[in-house]
């Protein structure tokens, strides 16, 4: 079934399932009890599972503590208020490996309403090698902070060093 996009031309599905297929970031599908719909190729690299042993399970296995517990009440309290807490917004999250590691992703969720059913989809990309890099380049701009007072610290102890030895010198040789 073409899918219609802006401007009135379709979209092929097959076109819809290639971007999916081959798009480097995980991209997941879930309905509105959370139930997993759908798990790219990338998402499966991502976490280490597939999608056939995720589909119909609840998202938040995917999620590191405190949000895996805290998901459905999240989701529940969007369908009562509307309020967008992170669908449109976006935010840096833990995820959840299966091998139990956990890494810091940035998600991006969409959603789709047709016919009162809600559909979620989630971009997922997996920043923890920029994460780190910014922990370690913060890391060496402290010790760069703390080597930078200690050769100021040195430049006034010689400094004051001079001022002292130099009145001495002068009492000395009088």
């Known amino acids: 079934m073409p899918i219609k996009r802006s401007g009135g031309k379709a979209l092929d599905s097959s076109l819809l399932d290639l971007v999916i297929q081959t798009a480097p970031d995980a ?3 879930i309905d509105d009890a959370a139930a997993i719909l759908s798990f790219s190729p990338a998402a499966e690299r991502m976490f280490g599972y597939s999608e056939d042993e995720l589909l119909g399970q609840n998202v938040s296995i995917l999620m590191a503590e405190p949000h895996r ?18 669908i449109g917004i976006g935010r840096e999250v833990q995820a959840l490996r299966r ?3 956990t890494f810091v992703a940035e998600l991006a969720v969409g959603e ?9 989809t989630g971009f997922i990309r997996d920043v923890s090698d920029r994460v780190e890099s910014e922990r370690r380049s913060a890391r060496l701009q402290r010790m760069l902070d703390r080597v930078s007072r200690i050769q100021a610290l040195g430049e006034m102890s010689t400094a004051l060093a001079h001022e002292i030895n130099q009145p001495l010198s002068a009492i000395s040789s009088f």
């Open 99 to 101: 091998s139990g590691e």
């Open 69 to 86: 517990s805290s998901h459905d009440h999240y989701m529940a309290r969007y369908f009562e208020t509307g309020e967008r807490r992170i």
């Open 112 to 120: 789709l309403n047709r016919d009162g059913q809600h559909i979620f």
């Open 27 to 29: 991209i997941i599908t």
